[in-house]
């Protein structure tokens, strides 16, 4: 078990994720229920990394589209 600092820090150390903050963890792990099962410890949110490794490779990411590089409209 990993808490979601220490899983942010290793998923990028491990070349998994190119970035990703424990706060996007907390976020996914809010929004998508196929997200590994998150313990509660201490104050800390903890994940079994064994289950996150797999989930965080097969995951298919969106990236939002860069609204500050389109051009504005004149008028």
């Known amino acids: 078990m990993v808490s979601f600092r220490e899983l942010a820090r290793r998923l990028v150390s491990d070349g998994i994720v190119e970035t990703i903050s424990h706060q996007r963890l907390s976020k996914i792990a809010q929004e998508d229920p196929a997200f590994p099962p998150v313990r509660r410890v201490g ?12 989930y965080f490779r097969d995951r298919v990411t969106r990236p939002g589209r860069r609204t500050d590089l389109e051009q504005k409209p004149e008028g």
Do not use: C, F, I, T
């Not at 949110?45 to 490794?53: F, I, K, P």
């Open 43 to 54: 104050r800390s949110n903890a994940v079994d990394y064994r289950l996150a490794v797999p």
